[in-house]
């Protein structure tokens, strides 16, 4: 009856195309793709917090790998700055393609809630990573436990000053979940483990960016000429404080640690302006973030000693006073000589 029906609005040239589109079967999705929810649909995208870093193009290189080694078509995306505005607009756009998956490195947890909701209700899965606590997504995954990471932190800050002296913390968004989990943990360390060392500022935001990290630490050595350690959170931040720490001629004498990735301090690592770096490899937490989206598009299910087949994330522990929180066991920690060994 259809059929007849459209062969006489053919006839009448009155045919509306997409009132046919159906005959013979079902209607196709947009762009002949598989919807989000089905089995068929090998679509995922890492939306990161900005891209164009070198951590994140360090992510990009894993998430395309992963996507080549397991027959899926995977891209990561985001803004031009860590706008948590812009991954927003980034992640709606996303769910007009309707991919198998969004996994979502978020500038802003809170911020991303509401959208995130979307995309569940849409039957996206959604893996969030570097956001504890985050609202609207089926996992969250950690490449460790957050505050033992801080602690770390400042177990090596402390012993490089001495236990002595002033300090300052930056992170690349008073947002960005894990960056306040990591320096509120340091902090609380330094209080219990070094109390004659004083930080002497709240938390300074650098908005990844390391001229603003440089710009900002330059203000820090004015304001403290006597000032004993920098702690860095964002990949950016350790480079550019160490410019300024550099430049001052104080490599020897202002402790510079934090989190960066080899390649981008390993020439502060060589001169003394940067003392360690602590990282993770995000290659493989893009990787991580992939594949447990893929074992839940697949009906399966992560819990203790799951194995993601993914070195640093092979015996996954559920992270205490969370329902949906995982952590792996893939910190590093690297002075100049061992930063050598990453190819980073």
């Known amino acids: 009856m259809k059929l007849r029906t459209c062969l006489a609005m053919l006839a009448t040239g009155s045919l509306f195309l997409s009132a046919c589109g159906s005959v013979g079967g079902a209607g196709n999705n947009s762009g002949g793709e598989a919807g989000a929810g089905s089995p068929d649909n090998k679509t995922m995208v890492t939306v990161v917090k900005v891209k164009g870093i070198a951590w994140f193009d360090r992510m990009d290189e894993g998430v395309v790998?992963?996507?080549?080694?397991?027959?899926?078509?995977?891209r990561t995306e985001g803004g031009d700055d860590v706008s948590p505005e812009k991954q927003i607009q980034v992640i709606q756009d996303l769910i007009a393609q309707k991919p198998a998956a969004i996994t979502v490195v978020p500038n802003s947890p809170e911020a991303l809630s509401a959208v995130l909701a979307q995309a569940k209700q849409q039957g996206i899965k959604v893996v969030a990573h570097e956001a504890t606590g985050i609202q609207n997504v089926?996992?969250?995954?950690?490449?460790?436990?957050?505050?033992?990471?801080?602690?770390?932190?400042?177990?090596?800050?402390g012993q490089c000053t001495g236990g002595e002296g002033k300090y300052v913390q930056f992170?690349?968004?008073?947002?960005?979940?894990?960056?306040?989990?990591?320096?509120?943990?340091?902090?609380?360390?330094q209080q219990e483990k070094f109390p004659n060392m004083q930080r002497v500022e709240t938390p300074i935001e650098s908005t990844d960016n390391e001229t603003a990290a440089y710009e900002k630490a330059k203000e820090i050595l004015g304001k403290y000429p006597d000032i004993k350690a920098f702690q860095g959170s964002a990949g950016n931040d350790v480079p550019g404080i160490a410019r300024a720490v550099e430049e001052a001629g104080l490599q020897d004498k202002v402790c510079v640690m934090g989190t960066s990735i080899p390649s981008a301090a390993s020439k502060y690592l060589a001169n003394g302006s940067?003392?360690?770096?602590?990282?993770?490899?995000?290659?493989?937490?893009?990787?991580?973030?992939?594949?447990?989206?893929?074992?839940?598009?697949?009906?399966?299910?992560?819990?203790?000693?799951?194995?993601l087949g993914i070195e640093g994330y092979r015996s996954l522990k559920k992270?205490?006073?969370?329902?949906?929180?995982?952590?792996?066991?893939?910190?590093?920690?690297?002075?100049?000589?061992?930063?050598?060994?990453f190819k980073f």
């Open 274 to 307: 940067i003392d360690k770096i602590f990282f993770w490899d995000p290659a493989l937490a893009g990787k991580a973030q992939l594949e447990i989206a893929k074992r839940l598009a697949n009906g399966e299910t992560i819990e203790t000693g799951t194995d």
């Open 138 to 157: 089926d996992i969250d995954i950690e490449a460790f436990d957050n505050v033992s990471y801080g602690e770390q932190i400042m177990e090596n800050i």
């Open 319 to 341: 992270l205490e006073g969370y329902d949906n929180v995982w952590v792996g066991d893939a910190s590093i920690e690297a002075d100049a000589e061992k930063a050598k060994q």
């Open 171 to 189: 992170v690349g968004g008073l947002t960005a979940k894990t960056h306040m989990e990591w320096v509120e943990a340091a902090y609380k360390y």
């Open 65 to 74: 790998e992963w996507g080549k080694e397991n027959g899926y078509d995977t």
